[in-house]
Each structure stands twice: as C-alpha cells, then as structure tokens.
C-alpha cells in the first residue's frame, strides 16, 4: 500500500495539475514497482512561502514576495 506525499509551494498550482500529479505518480507506481492503483495514496501538501526555507531565506524572501510586518 504505497503512501506518497508531495510538497510543493503554495504558488499557484492548478487542480488540473494537481490530478495529473496525482494520477502520473499512481501510474508510476503501477509501471515501477506493479502496485494496486486501488490501495495507492498520493497527499499533494502545498506550504505557504514564508514557511519553506532554502539557503537560510524563505522562499518569499527570495522570490522578492517577503510581507512587511
């Protein structure tokens, strides 16, 4: 019973890209590994960019978005 989470940044992305994601994986894990579609879950976890962290910045910061508080 494959479990596979994906984390992405919270920056836009479609619910049509969201089904694809969610479908390719599944049928990456048939193809690879011969697994069930039916007991595969895949989680798409979307991060706000203040809240992922590259090189010791948010991402919002590196992107120029960062919010004044």
Same mark, same amino acid.
């Not at 039916?38 to 809240?51: G, K, P, S």
């Not at 962290?53 to 590196?62: F, K, Y």
């Given at each position: &019973?494959?479990? =596979? !989470?994906?984390?992405? /940044? %919270? @920056?836009?992305?479609? $619910?049509?890209? !969201? *089904?694809? #994601?969610? $479908?390719?994986? /599944?049928? &990456?894990? =048939? %193809?690879?590994?011969? !697994? @069930?579609?039916? /007991? /595969?879950?895949? #989680?798409?976890?979307?991060?706000?960019? @203040?809240?992922?962290?590259?090189?010791?910045?948010?991402? *919002?910061? $590196?992107?120029? #978005?960062? %919010?004044?508080?």
């Amino acid at each position: &019973m494959p479990y =596979v !989470k994906i984390e992405i /940044t %919270r @920056d836009g992305v479609t $619910r049509e890209q !969201k *089904a694809a #994601l969610i $479908r390719e994986t /599944t049928e &990456m894990l =048939v %193809r690879v590994l011969n !697994k @069930d579609p039916a /007991t /595969t879950f895949v #989680l798409i976890e979307e991060v706000e960019l @203040d809240n992922w962290g590259i090189a010791g910045e948010s991402v *919002a910061v $590196r992107r120029g #978005l960062a %919010r004044s508080e």
